[in-house]
């Protein structure tokens, strides 16, 4: 079964431009979180969808914002990079947001790697 | 009162040896604590998790300890081993949702 997937893997970007990154969670998962992993830190919670509907967001500025589709996969962008966007952008889906509690299924992708020059 | 303490920052343990990590949270509204493992180029994964109803769950060589009063927990790593070599992430979450607060990671070096 294949776990969550997350592209690109890898993309560099320069200052003041715009990137979008794709997860696909895993089968039958509804909720979908973002995550950014600056290198050397703890993952910092971005947003969590449900059924399409934004169910949490955290202390990121407006330059972010993402959306679930039909399928449950999901999209991050991020407007007018910065250098200190520079990170790992994870990508975690469960069954429900409770589900994570009651299970602890909460899985992550492998990332895209972002470098902002 | 979101923030999430751990220590130490790095840790060096010989093959067989206990390997400890200590967190330390502020919101008694958490009600959820995972340990997340993760290795060089992959995403974090799920390792062990408690309630706050329980102070300590073992799973194979792995303990979480858990000291609600303290607002304190700790994961164990028995007969450490250098598979186990990767960075270590306490967490805390509430009873609904995956807004994780994660801690800063802790780096483990078990030598064969």
């Known amino acids: 079964d294949a776990g969550v997937t997350q592209s690109p893997t890898h993309l560099i970007k320069t200052r003041g431009q715009q990137v979008t990154l794709r997860c696909s969670p895993i089968?039958?998962?509804?909720?979908v979180s973002w995550y950014q992993q600056v290198l050397g830190q703890g993952p910092q919670f971005i947003f969590q969808?449900?059924?399409?509907?934004?169910?949490g967001r955290g202390n990121f500025p407006d330059r972010f914002s993402a959306r679930q589709f039909p399928n449950y996969s999901s999209e991050l962008n991020v407007n007018a990079l910065l250098l200190g966007d520079s990170a790992l952008y994870l990508c975690?889906?469960?069954?429900?947001?409770?589900?994570?509690?009651?299970?602890?299924?909460?899985?992550f992708g492998e990332g895209s790697r972002l470098t902002v020059l | 009162q979101q923030q999430v303490k751990q220590s130490p920052q790095s840790l060096i343990v010989q093959k067989g040896g206990i390997s400890i990590i200590n967190c330390a949270y502020e919101?008694?509204?958490?009600?959820?604590f995972p340990w997340y493992q993760q290795f060089p180029g992959k995403g974090p994964a799920l390792l062990i998790a408690?309630?706050?109803?329980?102070s300590e769950k073992k799973e194979g060589r792995f303990t979480i300890s858990f000291n609600k009063s303290a607002k304190q927990f700790s994961l164990h790593i028995m007969d450490s081993q250098p598979g186990d070599s990767a960075t270590y992430f306490c967490?805390?979450?509430?009873?609904?949702?995956?807004?994780?607060?994660f801690g800063p990671g802790t780096r483990l070096s078990v030598l064969p």
């Open positions: 975690a889906s469960s069954l429900a947001p409770g589900a994570v509690v009651n299970t602890g299924e909460l899985f």
């Open positions: 089968s039958g998962h509804k909720s």
């Open positions: 969808y449900y059924e399409k509907e934004e169910r």
């Open positions: 919101n008694t509204a958490f009600d959820y």
């Open positions: 408690i309630r706050p109803d329980v």
């Open positions: 967490a805390a979450g509430r009873n609904y949702g995956q807004n994780f607060v």
